[in-house]
């Protein structure tokens, strides 16, 4: 009974080393751990160093790992980078140098640690910190602190077929991340004389690239070789006409347009740019101490239309003067267009600059908006006297933005300008700023609105608004509809174009101008002027306007309400209206304009209603 209970553990125990034995003797290639010494990776211009770096989990063994990097097995680098794998790779420095023409540049970067690696894909991965240097450079030495960086979802295997592969003819691979996710926390470059340049956080996601038609390594390698070319050759009239160059230059074009297509930043922002430099203004002359800051630089979904480019709080001074803005943005916009045009004119055998039809090279625009731009600039200051005030000009809001393009022409288009303000000088030496200082006038505020779109139904060109005002002076606001406007006013054939906006007519118009003070200042200065009273010459104007209006206009029934309108506003400014629509359901044309031979005829096409208040 005891020998028995015994023999089952002791069975159990048997059975439990041998299944241990056998899992070591099958335990993948994977749990190898070893450290490798003094890597170094040459990629002619850019070398990459590491003095030690430790394995842990890796799929290969210690040689096969190394293998990977000095490309012993002649493998290429996409299938060598598909082949890493590995639990955690660390290194306590790594240093990318970097040499182009005279120029060396030496990144060192500290307490490296990556995970999570499969496949040629890096889970994390993580930086402490570095430090760059730069000599050889036309600004001279340069050098800076690089703070703690980290990522997500690196693809080196996809980013290797970027740099190695061309995609296979007429097919277009899809865009496939690189980084998943990027942060970094800052840098602090000195450049020397020239000043110092910082950055605060920096994050950025979903950068992606695809296989071009051509490789991107090669296609850098051309540039490096051609602008290396192009400096020992320099620039002369008859270098610029060899057709070598010229073909050269061709070739270089339709590869950057590649390029182009090839890559999507993502989105992402950065904060707290900050560059105090001295400058000089013009070789030769003392340099200028200037100071640049940027609160914010965003892109894609972190700017705020969640597409485009922003920049946020950026303030510059230097030479006495300031500027800055609040935000500058703009969305919807792309040079892909203009980019696809320029590769088609390209491609062709032989491209003439006046054969190329340039609406075709017009990007999508979208949405520009700028917004509390304010700059002060210093006046120069004059012997015996005292130093005057700064002249300030400010922008509240201006924002244009177009869409629905044809043939590259918008057929919507708004246009927005809000608080324009600037100063009435008495320097320019204008009669008409002189008079509008004595109105009381010592700056101008203005605004102004258009807002326009094509209906391809009905063929009509709405202008649904069109604004322009000052602040304490008048404002002026206006409709309407213009009709036949067909498609081919944005025809690439010039000709057709002018024939259909030849053939375009006036339907309807609304306008409407209100009076916000400038009226009474005006006749109040004449009055000053001309040694009169202001009522007196208030109702000499609006006899003015009864009486000579009445003559040039004629008797008809909408010449004598337009006239009573202008009169009734002329002695009480306030608000004056004036409505204006064809007769004709087709509208007013060029050939109904041409056969008026009197003015007066005009208000027999139209009908027409006037009012003051």
Known sequence: MITSTLRSPMRRLRVTA????ILVLAQPSWAADFQIDNIRLDLGAIVVAIPKVDVKGSSLEREAFVSLFNGSTGEGAVARTGRLTASEISAPELTVEQVLGPQRQVTTYRDIRFSEIRDGKIGRGSAGGGAISVTGGPAGAMKGDIKRISFEAFDMHHLARVLTERAKPDVEEAMQPIFGRVEQDGYAIDLGPLGKISLGKAAGRDFKMRVGDEPVGELLSRIIAQAEADQKAGLSSKAERDPARLEADKRMALSMFSLFDAIDYGSGEVRDMVMALSVPPNPGEAPVAMDVRIARLAYGEDAPARSGYAVEGFSFAGAGAKAGFESLSYSGFSLAPMFKGLKEALAKPETEIDSLDFRKLIPKLGTI?????SVDVPQPAKPGQPAQA???VGLGTFEIAAADQINGIPTKLALTIDKLTAPVSEATGNPAAADLIAMGYRA??????????WDAARNELAIRTFSLGSGGMAQFEASGTLGNVTKDLFSSDLALAQVAALGATARKLDARLKNLGLLEKFIENEARKNKRKPDDLRREYAMMASLGLAAI???SDAAKTLTAAI??????PGTLTVQASAKSTGGLGLADVLTITEPTEIFDKIDLKANAE
């Open 369 to 373: 908006r700028l917004a509390g731009l």
């Open 390 to 392: 700064p002249i300030r």
């Open 567 to 572: 009169s009734r506003f002329a002695a009480k």
């Open 444 to 453: 101008l505020d203005l605004s102004a609105k258009l807002d326009l779109a």
């Open 553 to 555: 206009l004629g008797p």
């Open 18 to 21: 041998a299944a241990a034995f």
